[in-house]
């Protein structure tokens, strides 16, 4: 079904500098369903993120969603690491407010119900979903972090707003390369690379951290899950959760790299790609989408 898709580019204007996207899926006026927002990695665009998962969030679109693949600035999102050295960060490209245009573009006719928009973010983009969690309290409602994790508090700028709670849905592969699973700093040659350094959390930290923001102080459930393949990953699911609030989760890949799990293999070179399960449909079920 995905290859009917219709898939278009467009375009918002903000702070009269004009923000590019790749929108797949059609809604008519007063429709209201879900937008979903996804935000790529360093160096790549909405489009080239979407081939780099193998199109892997279009089921979404199939679901009746909107997909918005959007385009960062340079290649990259002004998140709130404070040693964030992207050209997004160093222009102070305002991605908060194209995240806001976009969602209004929808909203104007009700195209979108502006009370279910989520967010998708991988490596960079994930870092980005950090900062619209925090920055932006009832925006969202829910948010996925790929290959991401939570800046220390030494490395966050995103400024303090009321809390809201969110559901919040982790991917993390233990041999990620670029964003370690335990934490820490980047060595070098990555600093370099990447054009960013500080300290971060490590996933399970970060899971604990979105719990307890979500006022959940129980301990966590740890599921290991049956394989599906024969490749060498292994998944684990960890739920965080409590009566009244939405739940946290955090799924570990056992062995898995800097990748999105699903049908596409990224490159070798930033480490194996889980097919144990498909990312897509873990949001479909988390978010009941």
């Given at each position: 079904?995905?290859?009917?898709?219709?898939?278009?580019?467009?375009?918002?204007?903000v702070a009269e500098a004009t923000r590019t996207f790749t929108l797949v899926g059609t809604a008519a006026p007063g429709e209201a369903k879900p937008l979903?927002?996804?935000?790529?990695?360093?160096?790549?665009?909405?489009?080239?993120?979407?081939?780099?998962?193998?199109?892997?969030?279009?089921?979404?679109?199939?679901?009746?969603?909107?997909?918005?693949?959007?385009?960062?600035?340079?290649?990259?999102?002004?998140?709130?690491?404070?040693?964030?050295?992207?050209?997004?960060?160093?222009?102070?490209?305002?991605?908060?407010?194209?995240?806001?245009?976009?969602?209004?573009?929808?909203?104007?006719?009700?195209?979108?119900?502006?009370?279910?928009?989520?967010?998708?973010?991988?490596?960079?983009?994930?870092?980005?979903?950090?900062?619209?969690?925090?920055?932006?309290?009832?925006?969202?409602?829910?948010?996925?972090?790929?290959?991401?994790?939570?800046?220390?508090?030494?490395?966050?700028?995103?400024?303090?707003?009321?809390?809201?709670?969110?559901?919040?849905?982790?991917?993390?592969?233990?041999?990620?390369?670029?964003?370690?699973?335990q934490g820490g700093t980047m060595n070098w040659a990555l600093r370099t690379i990447f054009k960013v350094g500080g300290s971060s959390w490590s996933a399970?930290?970060?899971?604990?951290?979105?719990?307890?923001?979500?006022?959940?102080?129980?301990?966590?459930?740890?599921?290991?899950l049956p394989k599906t393949t024969d490749d060498p990953t292994e998944v684990e699911r960890t739920t965080y959760e409590a009566q009244g609030v939405p739940?946290?989760?955090?799924?570990?890949?056992?062995?898995?790299?800097?990748?999105?799990?699903?049908?596409?293999?990224?490159?070798?070179?930033?480490?194996?790609?889980?097919?144990?399960?498909?990312?897509?449909?873990?949001?479909?079920?988390?978010?009941?989408?």
């Open positions: 079904m995905r290859n009917t898709l219709t898939a278009i580019r467009q375009s918002v204007t979903v927002l996804v935000f790529h990695g360093s160096g790549q665009t909405g489009d080239k993120h979407r081939a780099f998962t193998g199109g892997v969030f279009d089921a979404l679109a199939d679901r009746g969603a909107l997909v918005a693949y959007l385009d960062g600035y340079r290649g990259n999102w002004n998140d709130a690491r404070r040693e964030n050295r992207f050209p997004a960060r160093r222009a102070d490209i305002d991605d908060v407010g194209f995240v806001r245009a976009v969602i209004a573009t929808f909203a104007s006719d009700r195209r979108i119900d502006p009370s279910r928009v989520y967010a998708i973010g991988y490596s960079n983009g994930g870092q980005m979903v950090i900062r619209l969690a925090h920055e932006t309290p009832g925006l969202l409602a829910g948010a996925t972090v790929i290959a991401a994790t939570m800046p220390a508090p030494e490395n966050f700028l995103a400024s303090q707003t009321p809390r809201a709670s969110l559901p919040v849905l982790l991917i993390h592969g233990t041999k990620d390369p670029i964003v370690s699973y399970t930290r970060t899971a604990r951290y979105f719990a307890e923001r979500n006022g959940i102080t129980t301990e966590p459930t740890t599921t290991r739940p946290v989760v955090l799924y570990t890949i056992h062995h898995g790299g800097h990748t999105v799990p699903g049908q596409a293999s990224a490159p070798a070179l930033i480490g194996k790609t889980s097919h144990q399960l498909d990312t897509a449909d873990i949001i479909i079920q988390f978010f009941d989408l």
